[in-house]
């Protein structure tokens, strides 16, 4: 455990750079229901080993994001990976099984990187978007046919990767994709998450909250005083109409 009365919220932390930290997007279920999917969507995160991932949708905090997102680092190796991360002014060293177990997500699988192009992730796109080439298409989430992993794709990129762009599929996404759909248990999805964190702390707006939170209660401390709540956020109807999910003129209530 962390000490609470020793944790700090630095200087740089102060700076008013709230407008770049977002919180992940919980699920909406009451648009999956409205669109017919609920069930459909439930399934694939089963799947997925995701049915944990979000449950009891914890807090989430502007400056503890920040603060974990920003020095996140993923120490690979098969025989011992690491990721490293602070807690407001606290490092913490953790092993990844614990990472994985801390923000309940399932260990099988690979820790390798996803190294070029893989055949079946983009066999996989192609099945899900009506043939379209995820080279040719850019990976464009607006292509997949099916609602439902429409919307799961959405899901994986708003809540589970922390990234702020939510258009394109990269390959990571695809990973996810194919332990849904397909049980497909090649890549350790726990390794993933780290290896797009790591990634993250350098690029674009700082996302990542509802891990910092789960991390955060793995530590056994509370949110710092000085902190900021985010308000709670779903990929609801206009979420979804941002995305371009539905149209502008659609009415779930019909």
């Not at 648009?31 to 914890?58: C, K, M, R, W």
Request: charged share 20%; hydrophobic share 40%; net charge neutral.
């Amino acid at each position: 455990q962390l000490p609470q009365h020793e944790l700090e919220v630095h200087d740089v932390m102060k700076v008013h750079r709230e407008e770049k930290v977002f919180p992940s997007l919980y699920p909406c279920s009451a648009f999956l229901s409205a669109a017919g999917i609920l069930q459909d969507f439930q399934t694939l995160l089963s799947n997925a080993g995701l049915e944990y991932f979000v449950e009891g949708e914890p807090p989430q905090y502007v400056k503890l994001t920040m603060s974990m997102v920003q020095d996140f680092r993923f120490s690979w190796s098969t025989s011992n990976p690491m990721v490293h991360y602070k807690i407001y002014n606290k490092s913490v060293d953790l092993p990844l099984d614990v990472f994985c177990t801390a923000i309940r997500v399932p260990q099988w699988g690979s820790l390798e990187k996803i190294r070029g192009q893989p055949r079946q992730l983009l066999e996989l796109y192609e099945e899900i978007c009506q043939g379209r080439s995820f080279t040719g298409e850019g990976g464009k989430i607006r292509n997949i046919h099916f609602p439902s992993i429409r919307y799961f794709a959405f899901f994986i990129t708003k809540c589970v990767l922390a990234r702020k762009a939510a258009s394109k599929l990269s390959l990571h996404d695809l990973a996810f994709i194919a332990a849904a759909l397909r049980c497909d248990r090649t890549y350790n999805l726990g390794a993933l998450i780290a290896f797009r964190l790591d990634a993250n702390h350098e690029k674009g707006g700082i996302c990542g909250g509802l891990i910092a939170s789960r991390l955060l209660s793995l530590h056994g401390v509370v949110p710092h005083i000085l902190d900021l709540q985010f308000p709670l956020e779903r990929l609801d109807f206009n979420s979804m109409l941002l995305h371009k999910f539905v149209s502008p003129h659609a009415c779930l209530n019909n």
